[in-house]
């Protein structure tokens, strides 16, 4: 079953701890979120292990 998981992470910019939802029904994600306390994008990188757990890595918009 497929459903959203709560994740902590720090924002790159600001290093505001963020409460952040990451939906674990796809294997590998990469997408922008803004940062819910200055507003600069985040890239998240998600994969999701066979338990269903996610590995979560956030970069500033710049990060390679």
């Known amino acids: 079953m497929y459903e959203l998981q709560p994740h902590s992470v720090y924002c790159p910019y600001c290093g505001e701890n963020l409460d952040v939802l990451i939906d674990n029904s796809e ?3 990469d ?5 819910q306390v200055c507003c600069r994008p985040i890239r ?6 066979n338990d ?12 390679v």
């Open 27 to 29: 294997d590998e994600q």
């Open 31 to 35: 997408y922008i979120e803004d940062c």
């Open 44 to 49: 998240f990188l998600v994969q999701i292990d």
């Open 52 to 63: 269903g757990d996610a590995m979560v890595i956030v970069q500033d918009e710049n990060e």
